[in-house]
């Protein structure tokens, strides 16, 4: 998918970039490879490059000032793929009302707490050897995006870190010790 700003000689399948949104997950859906070729700020792609494109993608804008910089074509194109993604996952577009709420109230978990939490979790997860702190994979990484997709609230960040607490003592055979 080629971007373009001007009409050429020979026409070539058109898309905005709301469908350029939609026809990429369609097509990644399939297992399709795709590409987004943008070209250079002051002359675009050349006539060649263009002819390499299955589509050509235009974001209407000011006729006067058709040419939007490489990083607004970049933000609307991504923009719209997101929005098509969560479309096609039938998830919503739109912050739901309580995270709205949440966020507002400031009760989100901040990122120091969040940190904080991440070791926590990481130094538990070596107590339980569930994790090998010498060969740890990706598994923190991925956690990390895990957690990242929510919004944790500092109640919650202080539910899961009570459950870590707990965990560490469990390893260590305190909790058998109390219950003595």
Request: proline share 4%; aromatic share 6%; glycine share 6%.
């Amino acid at each position: 998918l080629g971007t373009s700003a001007r009409d050429r000689r020979i026409p070539w399948p058109l898309l905005d970039p709301r469908e350029c949104g939609q026809k990429v997950v369609e097509e990644a859906g399939q297992g399709a490879e795709i590409a987004l070729v943008f070209g250079r700020e002051d002359s675009g792609l050349t006539n060649e490059e263009l002819q390499r494109c299955h589509f050509h993608v235009h974001i209407p804008s000011d006729p006067e000032f058709s040419s939007l910089n490489l990083g607004a074509a970049v933000q609307v194109l991504s923009y719209e793929i997101r929005m098509s993604w969560l479309a096609a996952q039938g998830q919503p577009s739109k912050i739901e009302k309580e995270e709205v709420a949440s966020t507002k109230s400031g009760e989100l978990a901040t990122m120091d707490e969040l940190e904080r939490f991440y070791e926590h979790l990481e130094q538990t997860l070596v107590a339980i050897e569930f994790m090998d702190p010498e060969k740890p994979r990706h598994l923190m990484a991925r956690l990390r995006r895990l957690y990242g997709r929510s919004s944790v609230s500092r109640a919650e960040m202080n539910i899961l870190r009570g459950i870590l607490t707990e965990t560490q003592k469990a390893a260590r055979g305190e909790l058998l010790k109390r219950k003595d």
